[in-house]
């Protein structure tokens, strides 16, 4: 029986490289993620998802599983996670795990398989196609792009045959047209659902699919080539109904899937309570609101319209018949505080609880990425080799190939890097941000640690913690909050954003500055004799309909209870 308790949930997401090194080794681990359970669950959180722990050579830093029934060695043993779920279950708190299952690692035993030997049943396991010649040159088999830049496809060496890759070369596609291939993943499905783990985020989930025979795109103007044919798949419906019958309805789970670039029509289809696919899945849109065509390298004034759009938009449409999420932050993206224009060095505080109110006080399910509750900001990384992941270098080589000068690529780098959520969590103003016990750390802590910290925040006067902590318990218990209707209000509005939720009788007005000027708002009627559920500062100027926001302020009026 499904019993929706995803619905007031708040949902707290965990990359375990870096929230916490128990044995001072420089990775961070189970034992270090169980130390700060505590911490978690006073935020008042009611799951958490964790970033892969599978094993992995990290390539891709997890995203790349070489065993989906296994714990990497760095985090732990599958002992320690049966302890992590246990501690979280007895603590009330749901786990989540991370399904990366588009592609498989290249060490993964089936794709070892598959190259060492054309007629082993795993070559099948994978998409492998001969090159082609074209005036003598061996070429790839289409024309598709990596997301991580580059050719999607990598020859096998020593053959003329490729495999496909739609991210570094070391994952490898899955064939999701072998039935073999569907079975194996309903089994890790079931193999962490029978264990007692409470639901999915799925990786990229819609480019299961592709479109066979495998062709040349040759659509202009696309945001990436060959996209039409692995985006939103043929069979992508189908897929997903097979594994929520075969796993994910035989218990009481929550699914989230992470799309790339999904059409309206597919995203809404995906959650539809009745096609049985997926609970939610994340909606990204508001996310690209400061960088030119959903590249986060390249920045532009931040365009708070298309940001309302982004955000409101999936809330209203997926009202009536499905289920919606709200994201503000997440492994793949710098901190919020320091993006949309915000001046984060005077307003950090206001800032963070702004977009925390106007985000989260939304339709759907909010996910907090670790140390944003307490407004941790990007790292100060000094060149491109503090930095990790493989997409900054790529693209980072990319820029300086096409002679862009070094500076400038390290600039652009900088300002979308995904790299920014990965450093070590800065716990307090110890050595390594308290993130262990001084040995090296895989990936730079942040130099801005003794300034700004977890132990800072939560000892401040205005902790965007406890900030936090107020917000959730609302979510959680709010029946407008969780379950009303999202209405847009002055949508033209440049500075402020502002919608209602209504429920029955009862009715909450939101409304955020977003500038760091102090300006004045027209409230509804209706809102003004309301009572005020929660502002981000402590006083309140309000005349009649006439409502001043100071800079970053955000306020909800309710209504009707
Ligand atoms: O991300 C999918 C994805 O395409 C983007 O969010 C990606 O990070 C961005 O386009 C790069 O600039 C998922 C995971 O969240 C990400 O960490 C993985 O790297 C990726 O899939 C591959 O598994």
């Known amino acids: 029986m499904k019993t929706e308790w995803f619905k007031n949930a708040v949902i707290y997401q965990i990359y375990p490289f870096s929230f916490k090194d128990s044995d001072n080794d420089g990775w961070g681990d189970i034992e270090g993620i169980i130390s700060k359970l505590d911490y978690i669950c006073d935020l008042g959180v009611t799951a958490i998802w964790f970033s892969p722990l599978y094993k992995s050579p990290d390539y891709d830093y997890g995203y790349d599983v070489s ?39 290249i060490e993964h035993p089936w794709f070892k398989a598959a190259i060492s030997d054309p007629s082993s049943p795993y070559r099948d396991y994978y998409i492998i196609r001969p090159g082609k010649r074209e005036n003598g040159k061996l070429m790839p088999p289409s024309n598709w792009a990596s997301t991580f830049t580059g050719s999607a496809w990598e020859q096998i060496p020593d053959t003329e045959d490729y495999y496909l890759h739609l991210f570094c070369k070391e994952q490898a596609d899955l064939n999701w047209e072998n039935p073999a291939v569907r079975k194996e993943i309903i089994d890790i499905l079931n193999f962490w659902l029978e264990k007692g783990v409470d639901g999915f985020r799925f990786d990229v989930f819609n480019m299961f699919s592709k479109t ?32 929520n019958e075969k796993a994910l309805s035989r ?93 984060t060095k005077k307003y950090r505080y206001e800032a963070a609880t702004m977009l925390a109110v106007i985000t989260f006080m939304g339709f759907g399910t909010p996910f907090i990425y670790m140390g944003q509750e307490a407004g941790l900001t990007n790292c100060d990384f000094k060149n491109i080799d503090e930095m990790k992941d493989p997409v900054s270098h790529f693209v980072y080589d990319l820029m300086c190939s096409y002679g862009m000068p070094k500076s400038l690529a390290f600039r652009f780098i900088r300002y979308g890097a995904r790299d920014h959520a990965r450093v070590p969590m800065s716990w307090d103003d110890s050595v390594n941000g308290g993130f262990n016990e001084g040995h090296d750390t895989w990936q730079c802590v942040n130099p801005l640690y003794k300034d700004i910290n977890i132990k800072k925040d939560l000892e401040s006067e205005k902790s965007i913690y406890r900030f936090y902590q107020k917000l959730i318990s609302i979510r959680k218990t709010n029946e407008t909050a969780i379950l009303g209707i999202t209405k847009e209000y002055d949508h033209a509005n440049r500075h402020v954003i502002a919608y209602s939720r209504t429920y029955h009788m009862s009715r909450l007005f939101v409304c955020g500055n977003f500038s760091s000027k102090t300006v004045t708002y027209a409230i509804p009627s209706w809102a003004k004799d309301g009572t005020v559920l929660i502002n981000n500062y402590d006083d309140l100027e309000l005349h009649g309909q006439k409502l001043t926001l100071k800079p970053y302020q955000a306020v909800v009026f309710e209504t009707g209870n």
């Open 67 to 105: 065993d989906y029934q296994a714990i990497d060695e760095k985090f732990g043993t599958m002992q320690d996670f049966d302890r992590l779920l246990e501690e979280c279950h007895k603590r009330g708190l749901k786990v989540i795990m991370d399904m990366v299952i588009n592609h498989t690692s």
């Open 212 to 243: 066979y025979p495998i062709q040349d795109d040759y659509q202009k103007n696309t945001y990436q080539k060959g996209a039409q044919y692995y985006v939103d798949g043929p069979r992508m419906h189908e897929f997903l109904k097979e594994l």
């Open 251 to 343: 218990f009481d789970t929550f699914t989230v899937g992470e799309s790339f670039h999904p059409s309206d029509e597919a995203a809404h289809a995906y959650v539809k309570k009745d096609n049985h696919e997926l609970d939610s899945i994340f909606s990204f849109a508001h996310l690209d609101s400061d960088n030119i065509a959903a590249k986060k390298f390249f920045p532009k004034p931040f365009d708070l319209l298309q940001f309302k759009d982004g955000l409101l938009k999936p809330q209203i449409s997926n009202y009536y018949d499905g289920w919606n999420t709200l994201v503000l932050e997440n492994h793949d993206n710098p901190r919020c505080v320091n993006r949309f224009s915000i001046n």
